[in-house]
């Protein structure tokens, strides 16, 4: 059973910092892809950052463009580097990850909008102004 843990959020002022982290459990897989989404209240779901477990090309939403960096240990959980946080970044943060994504050719093309057979529970990330 494919499981999914993420941690790091928390309470944080404008301008600060904060590392959230996803360990992924159960893939017999060497590679899979993973990827942190958001909600915010009274919005909709939305794509924050992709990338494979394995490395390589690392996918960001624009909001987050050149203040979020994703990576990973190779092996089993990656990691979002969040800096220069802003009061609309407040949200529940979820990990999600998915080995099929990888069996085609076309998920790096629009990878938010794929969907995900794993998720892991939500991690609060609160920016005060």
């Known amino acids: 059973e494919v499981q999914l843990q993420a941690s790091g959020g928390g309470v944080v002022q404008n301008g600060g910092s904060l590392r959230l982290s996803c360990t992924a459990s159960?893939?017999?897989?060497?590679?899979?892809?993973m990827c942190w989404f958001r909600r915010a209240p009274g919005k909709e779901r939305e794509g924050v950052s992709c990338?494979?477990?394995?490395?390589?090309?690392r996918l960001y939403a624009d909001s987050v463009r050149g203040r979020f960096t994703i990576s990973s240990n190779i092996e089993d959980t990656v990691y979002l580097q969040m800096n220069n946080l802003k009061p609309e970044d407040t949200a529940v943060y979820y990990c999600?990850?998915?080995?099929?994504?990888?069996?085609?050719?076309?998920?790096?093309?629009?990878?938010?909008?794929?969907?995900?057979?794993?998720w892991g529970r939500g991690t609060q990330v609160t920016v005060s102004s």
């Open positions: 159960g893939f017999t897989d060497d590679d899979f892809a």
């Open positions: 990338m494979r477990i394995s490395g390589g090309r």
């Open positions: 999600a990850a998915s080995n099929s994504a990888l069996y085609g050719n076309n998920w790096y093309q629009n990878p938010f909008r794929y969907v995900y057979e794993y």
